[in-house]
């Protein structure tokens, strides 16, 4: 079983940029596709990014597409979400994910996800 840890969040002013790293355990995160959620209070948890097994596809939620950035260093066991020009509304907890199916569809569905993280709080002032 994966074990993953997020870091990297933060109090950030509307328009600058954060990196969120996701570190796992294990000697398997290179079969996972992994994802980044967010969820913001009173809010139910919502997908942001995936990014495939060997880091050459990646999908985005349409709220965060042109401004966020998801890649993967299997070396390190690391998954990354950067996030430039953000926004007040961008504020939540961000939680990664890892899908150990063998799919070769990337899930925006958190109910698809099979190991979580703690997450790591991004806030962003305006």
């Known amino acids: 079983q994966a074990q993953l840890v997020e870091s990297g969040g933060g109090l950030v002013q509307a328009g600058g940029s954060l990196r969120l790293s996701c570190a796992a355990s294990?000697?398997?995160?290179?079969?996972?596709?992994m994802g980044w959620f967010r969820q913001a209070p009173g809010k139910e948890r919502g997908f942001v990014a995936a990014i495939s097994r060997s880091g050459d596809s990646t999908i985005y939620a349409d709220s965060v597409k042109g401004r966020f950035t998801i890649s993967r260093d299997n070396a390190k066991n690391t998954v990354y979400l950067q996030m430039n020009s953000l926004k007040p509304e961008d504020t939540a907890v961000y939680f990664c994910?890892?899908?150990?199916?063998?799919?070769?569809?990337?899930?925006?569905?958190?109910?698809?996800?099979?190991?979580w993280g703690q997450g790591t709080q991004v806030t962003v002032s305006s």
């Open positions: 294990g000697r398997t995160f290179s079969r996972y596709i």
């Open positions: 994910a890892a899908d150990r199916s063998d799919t070769l569809h990337l899930p925006s569905s958190r109910n698809l996800y099979d190991y």
